[in-house]
C-alpha cells in the first residue's frame, strides 16, 4: 500500500515537473505574440514637456562632405580592422603616425602637432599629409544654425566643426563662420558627437574663438576630452549629462545614449518648436535613428499644432552607401510621421535620398556647389529655413 | 577500435571520468577555456588585437562555420577518417590540435571553394566579393555582405545538421558506415538548409541592393507584416532558438520527452518538429518579453526599439542560455542526477536560464571592457552572438576533441554500459498512470501561472540598468 501511495506520488511530481516546463512553453507560445498579449501593454503616455518655441531656425550647411571619396574611406576602415575599430588608431590625420592602418593612437597622432594648435594649423595639417591615410579625403560635418526668437531677436549656434584642418578652415572663410566666431556672434558651440567627421576640426574654430561656450555628450572617451584642451579650449566646457538640455526657450537639446561605429558613445541632437508650425528636428548624424528621435521627441515635448514640421541633417542612414533591409524599414515608416520639409545630407547616402523621393517624402534638393556631389540633398553652401 | 558495434559514435562509446574529486575539474577546465578564448580572441577577433576579423561579418561567419564543422566532424562524421582507436589512444592535446585544424582546413575550403568559389561565381554573385566590388560596391561591403550570406547559411546549419543526429537519430541512414553516412546527412541537411535559406534568407539578400531584387526574390519579404520589418532577422529569431533548443534536447533534458514514444519514425518525427515547435516558444516568448521591458517596437527605429534588433535579440538571448545549458552539461555533470528524469530537466531548466541570464548581465555590463568592443546593448555591428559562439566552440573542441582534459579523461564505457547506452534511445522510466495524469494537469497550471508572473514582472525587469 504505501509502496502504491509513494509511487503514485512519484509519478504525480514526475507530471508535475513535466507539466510545469510544459506549461510554461504553452504560454510562451500561444500567448506572447498575440493581440491579446499586445492588448494589455500600457499606452504611452505622453509627458508633452513645454519648452517654449522660436519663431524660426535658418540652417546653413557649412560643411556636409565629411569625406570625398567613400572608397579611400572604407578602405582605411577595412584594412584597420572593420568598424568597431578605435577612430584615434586607424591613423587618420590629425591623428596619423605613419605606421599604417590600425596602428596609430592619440598621443603619437597629436605629439609632432600639439604644440601648433590651435594658431598655425597649416603647419599642423601640412604634418599630417604625410603620416595620415589618405590625407586628402576629409573632409567635415558643420552647420550654423540661426535662430530667431519670437521678439525677432537672432542667435548663431554653431553645429560640430568638421574633420581637415585645411577644408574647415575653407569652408568657416566661405560661410564667414570664422568671424563670427571672432565677435562672439556664434553663441555656442554644439558637439553633437566624438566622430572624426564632426569634431577633428575643432582646432579650426578655437583659432578664431578659444573661449566660445561649448556643449557635448557625456559619452566622449578620455581621448576626446584630451582633444577639446589640446586644441586650445579655454572656456568652459558644458556636460549634457541629463537626456534634455534647454539651450534657449523653444530649442532643446536631447542626449542619446547609444553607442557607435568607430568606438564612439552618444549622440546629442537639437529640437525647435517653430511657433505656428511645429517641431523641427536637427542632428549631426542621428546615430541613435531619426524614427528614435521622432518618438522620443513625441513622447517628452510639447510643440505647436502637435506636428513634426521639419527636419534636417545627417540621418545616418547608408553613410557609407551600404544598405541593410532595417533602413527600408525606415523608408517605409517614415511616412507615417508626415514631415512637411526633409532637408537631409551627409551620412543620410545618396541611396536613401533617392528611396525618400520615390517614396514622395518632401525632401529638399541642393545646388551641388563646393565639391557636394549631388543635388540629390542639400549640399556645403546650401540654406533651408524653418 | 573501429566503430562500436553496438553502432555507438565515439563520443557514446567514451564515459568522461573526473581526474580529480570536488569542483576542481570544472575550475581547471574554465580557466584552461578562458585562457584559450582570450588568447584566440585576440588573435582572430578583438577589433584591437592582431587579425581583427570581428568587422564585423567576417568574424561572425567564421565562428558560426567552424561551428558547424565541430558538429560535421564530431556528430555527423563520427570523426571519420579518425578512426575510434586513433582517439582513444592520441593525447588530447594532440586530438584538440589536429582535430581543429581539420576543422579550420575544412570550412576554408568551404567558405572559399564551395561559396564564394563555386556557388559565387557560378550562381549568386552576391556570395562573391570579387563579383560584388566588380558592380561598384566598396571592398569593405563588397565583403560584408558576402559573409553574412555564408554567415546565414551557417546559421541554418546549425540547427538543421545536429538536428537530424539528434532528433532523426541520423535515420535512415543511421546503418551506414562511415564516411558514406556522414556524407548523405551532410549533404541531405544542406539541401534541406539551402531550401530554408532561399524562403527565409534570400529575400534578405535581395533587398540590399537596389532596386530590390524583385525578379530573382520575393520583395517585400511575405513575412514583413507578421514581423513587422523586412529584415531577415525575424528568421534568425526562430533559426536561432531552435539551434538552442536541439541543444537543450540533447543536453539537459536527455532527449525527454519524445524518446519516451517507441515507435521510432513517430518519436523521430515527433522530436524533430518539436524542437521547431518549443523554439519557437521561446522566440515568441523572447520578443514579447523586450515589447514588455523596453517598451513596444517602433518600426523604422534603430536600435533596440527596432522590430528588427529585437527579432536578433531573440537569437541573441536564446545563446546566452545556450552557453547555460552547454556549462551546466559539459562542467557540471548536467546536474541534477540524482532525481527523477523530468525532476532532472525541470531542474537544470530552470538552472541554465539562471546561468544564461546571469551570462547576459555581466555580457553587457562588463564584456566591452576586455573584447575590445562598445558598450551598449544595439551597437548597429556589434554581435554578441560572436563571443558567445566563440566560447561555445571552444567548448566543443575541449569536450568532443579533448575528452575533457584537464579535469576530465575518456575511459571507454563497459559492455553493460554500452548496452545502455544503446537501449536508452528508448526511454522507460515514465509511465502513463493517473498520478502522473494529474500531476501534469497541475504542473502545467504552475507553468501558465509562472509564465504570468515572469511576463507581469517584465516591465520591472526593463527599469534595470545593465549598462553603465
Given at each position: 500500500m504505501d509502496d502504491k501511495i509513494t509511487a503514485s506520488r512519484r509519478d504525480f511530481v514526475k507530471g508535475a515537473a513535466t507539466g510545469a516546463v510544459g506549461g510554461l512553453l504553452g504560454g510562451m507560445g500561444l500567448y506572447s505574440y498575440t493581440k491579446n498579449a499586445y492588448d494589455r501593454l500600457p499606452k504611452v503616455a505622453r509627458e508633452q514637456q513645454e519648452f517654449g518655441a522660436v519663431r524660426s531656425v535658418k540652417v546653413t550647411a557649412i560643411s556636409e562632405t565629411s569625406w570625398f571619396n567613400n572608397a579611400h574611406l572604407m578602405e582605411d576602415i577595412q584594412k584597420s580592422g572593420g568598424l568597431l575599430v578605435d577612430q584615434y588608431t586607424i591613423g587618420w590625420g590629425p591623428f596619423g603616425n605613419g605606421k599604417g592602418p590600425g596602428k596609430s593612437s592619440y598621443a603619437e597622432g597629436i605629439a609632432p602637432i600639439k604644440a601648433m594648435l590651435p594658431n598655425d594649423l597649416e603647419a599642423a595639417w601640412e604634418i599630417q599629409t604625410k603620416k595620415a591615410l589618405h590625407p586628402e579625403n576629409p573632409g567635415g560635418f558643420s552647420s550654423l544654425l540661426e535662430v530667431e526668437d519670437l521678439d525677432g531677436s537672432k542667435h548663431k549656434y554653431l553645429l560640430d566643426v568638421g574633420w581637415s584642418y585645411a577644408w574647415m578652415d575653407q569652408a568657416f572663410k566661405r560661410e564667414g563662420i570664422d568671424e563670427m566666431l571672432k565677435t562672439g556672434e556664434i553663441e555656442q558651440l554644439i558637439l553633437t558627437h566624438e566622430h572624426f567627421d564632426h569634431f577633428f576640426g575643432l582646432p579650426v574654430a578655437m583659432k578664431a574663438n578659444p573661449k566660445v561656450p561649448t556643449i557635448i555628450h557625456n559619452g566622449f572617451y578620455k581621448e576626446g576630452l584630451q582633444y577639446i584642451k589640446d586644441s586650445g579650449y579655454q572656456g568652459e566646457l558644458k556636460i549634457a549629462d541629463k537626456e534634455m538640455t534647454l539651450i534657449r526657450p523653444g530649442m532643446m537639446l536631447i542626449k542619446f545614449d547609444v553607442p557607435i561605429i568607430c568606438r564612439v558613445y552618444g549622440e546629442t541632437s537639437l529640437a525647435f518648436n517653430v511657433k505656428d508650425k511645429g517641431l523641427v528636428l536637427i542632428s549631426g548624424c542621428n546615430h541613435q535613428g531619426i524614427l528614435q528621435m521622432t518618438s522620443t521627441a513625441y513622447k517628452k515635448l510639447k510643440y505647436d499644432n502637435d506636428r513634426f514640421h521639419g527636419l534636417y541633417g545627417g540621418l545616418h542612414i547608408s553613410p557609407f552607401e551600404d544598405w541593410d533591409p532595417k533602413y527600408d524599414d525606415l523608408v517605409i515608416s517614415l511616412g507615417k510621421w508626415d514631415f512637411e520639409k526633409v532637408g537631409c545630407n551627409h551620412c543620410t547616402g545618396h541611396l536613401t535620398a533617392k528611396k525618400f523621393v520615390e517614396r514622395g517624402y518632401p525632401v529638399v534638393r541642393g545646388t551641388a556647389r563646393f565639391r557636394s556631389s549631388s543635388p540629390d540633398y542639400l549640399g556645403n553652401g546650401d540654406t533651408i529655413t524653418f | 577500435m573501429e566503430a562500436d558495434n553496438r553502432g555507438l559514435s565515439y563520443l557514446e562509446s567514451r564515459k568522461l571520468v573526473k581526474r580529480w574529486n570536488g569542483p576542481w575539474p570544472a575550475i581547471a577546465n574554465l580557466l584552461l577555456i578562458f585562457a584559450v578564448f582570450y588568447a584566440t580572441w585576440w588573435v582572430f577577433q578583438d577589433p584591437r588585437g592582431i587579425m581583427r576579423m570581428y568587422t564585423p561579418y567576417v568574424g561572425y561567419m567564421v565562428c558560426r562555420w567552424l561551428l558547424i564543422m565541430l558538429i560535421w566532424l564530431a556528430y555527423i562524421f563520427d570523426f571519420w577518417p579518425f578512426n575510434h582507436a586513433w582517439l582513444q589512444r592520441t593525447h588530447p592535446v594532440v586530438k584538440g590540435l589536429i582535430l581543429s585544424a581539420v576543422c579550420v582546413a575544412a570550412m576554408e575550403i568551404l567558405i572559399k571553394g564551395f561559396f564564394m568559389g563555386i556557388l559565387g561565381k557560378y550562381g549568386i554573385a552576391y556570395f562573391n566579393p570579387e563579383r560584388l566590388q566588380a558592380m561598384g560596391l566598396t571592398h569593405f561591403y563588397a565583403e560584408e555582405y558576402a559573409t553574412e550570406a555564408i554567415m546565414m547559411f551557417a546559421a541554418i546549419a546549425s540547427w538543421l545538421s545536429p538536428s537530424w543526429v539528434v532528433a532523426c537519430e541520423n535515420a535512415p541512414w543511421q546503418k551506414l558506415a562511415q564516411p558514406a553516412r556522414g556524407i548523405t546527412i551532410a549533404v541531405v541537411t544542406f539541401f534541406l538548409g539551402t531550401i530554408v535559406y532561399f524562403v527565409t534568407m534570400h529575400s534578405h539578400m535581395a533587398i540590399l541592393f537596389y532596386p530590390w531584387q524583385q525578379y530573382t526574390a520575393i520583395t517585400p519579404p511575405y513575412w514583413e507584416e507578421f514581423a513587422n520589418t523586412v529584415s531577415g532577422n525575424f528568421h534568425i529569431a526562430w533559426i536561432m532558438s531552435c539551434t538552442v533548443i536541439v541543444w537543450v534536447y540533447e543536453g539537459i533534458w536527455e532527449r525527454y520527452p519524445f524518446n519516451l514514444i517507441q515507435t521510432a519514425w513517430l518519436r523521430r518525427t515527433s522530436a524533430f518538429f518539436g524542437i521547431i515547435a518549443v523554439a519557437l516558444c521561446l522566440c515568441f516568448f523572447l520578443y514579447y518579453a523586450q515589447d514588455l521591458a523596453w517598451g513596444e517596437s517602433i518600426r523604422g527605429t534603430r536600435r533596440e526599439m527596432a522590430p528588427d534588433w529585437r527579432w536578433l535579440h531573440v537569437g541573441e538571448s536564446a545563446i546566452f542560455w545556450l552557453v547555460g545549458v552547454l556549462f551546466l552539461n559539459f562542467f557540471c555533470g548536467n546536474y541534477p542526477t540524482k532525481y527523477s528524469r523530468p525532476v532532472n530537466v525541470f531542474l537544470r531548466t530552470v538552472i541554465s536560464a539562471a546561468i544564461g541570464m546571469a551570462v547576459y548581465f555581466f555580457y553587457y555590463r562588463y564584456a566591452h571592457l576586455v573584447l575590445g568592443t562598445q558598450k551598449g546593448?544595439?551597437?548597429?555591428?556589434?554581435?554578441?552572438m560572436i563571443p558567445m559562439i566563440w566560447l561555445i566552440n571552444l567548448f566543443l573542441v575541449n569536450i568532443w576533441f579533448m575528452d575533457g582534459w584537464p579535469g576530465w579523461k575518456a575511459v571507454p564505457k563497459t559492455a553493460s554500459e554500452r548496452d545502455a547506452t544503446a537501449e536508452e534511445v528508448v526511454a522507460h522510466d515514465v509511465k502513463w498512470t493517473p498520478s502522473l495524469a494529474k500531476g501534469l494537469a497541475v504542473g502545467a497550471t504552475a507553468g501558465i501561472a509562472v509564465y504570468f508572473g515572469v511576463i507581469a514582472a517584465m516591465p520591472w525587469v526593463g527599469q534595470i540598468q545593465m549598462i553603465k
Open positions: - | 546593448l544595439s551597437h548597429p555591428q556589434q554581435f554578441p
